[in-house]
């Protein structure tokens, strides 16, 4: 195995049902999600698509590789972006960048997600990053300069700069129903 990986390495693995990423050249691999995880990005996608297509941007999830440099790409859960002249991109590098990244934790990512991702994810100048936390019933809203996340437990708010509407997303709606009714874990 390399001690920095390429891109192109990564393409050239054998596709196994693992998630691989790279950032600065460093592998992450990580199991299938869940069926918890599954069920969160789906409600999410739910909520987000209307908007979305209001707002006349492409929606994306996982697997979806944003790539970033030779040694640089990952997959947000869920991701959105401008479209190219009113069309969903062909392939990230048509567009180049994410209005909004969000990740659900899972058990094998939190560090990876809390802050080797996190950090590329500011680096790169992403107007904001989710982590949705299952286990507290919150989100981490990580605006691209801040130092610490905003932790909301009700209604996440976003509003790309060109936005004609801003979006509001009631997450412990997103839990509910996706999860039931089980309360979060303190």
């Given amino acids: 195995m390399p001690d920095y990986w ?19 050249g460093e592998l992450h ?8 995880h599954q069920l969160v990005i789906g409600e999410l996608v739910y909520v987000l698509k209307p908007w979305c297509d209001a707002q006349g941007y492409c929606l994306l999830f996982a697997p979806a590789a944003v790539t970033w440099s030779p040694r640089t790409e990952v997959q947000p859960d869920i991701l959105v972006m401008p479209k190219v002249n009113g ?34 994810y500011q680096r790169r100048g992403v107007p904001e990053y989710w982590i949705v936390d299952i286990e507290a019933r919150c989100v981490e809203r990580w605006p691209a300069t801040a130092e610490s996340p905003e ?22 709606d997103v839990f509910r129903a996706a999860l039931g009714d089980a309360p979060a874990e303190d």
Avoid at 15 to 23: F, K, L, P, T, V
Avoid at 100 to 113: F, H, Q
């Fill in 6 to 24: 390429t891109v192109d390495q990564l393409h050239a693995l054998p596709d196994d049902g693992q998630r691989y990423e790279i950032i600065d």
């Fill in 29 to 36: 691999v990580t199991p299938a999600p869940s069926f918890p």
């Fill in 87 to 120: 069309r969903p991109p062909g392939r990230f590098e048509d567009v180049g960048r994410l209005l909004l990244a969000i990740e659900v934790l899972a058990p094998s990512t939190k560090r990876w997600d809390r802050f080797t991702k996190r950090r590329e």
């Fill in 151 to 172: 932790v909301i437990r009700d209604i996440v708010s976003f509003r790309a700069d060109e936005a004609s509407a801003g979006l509001d997303v009631r997450m412990q």
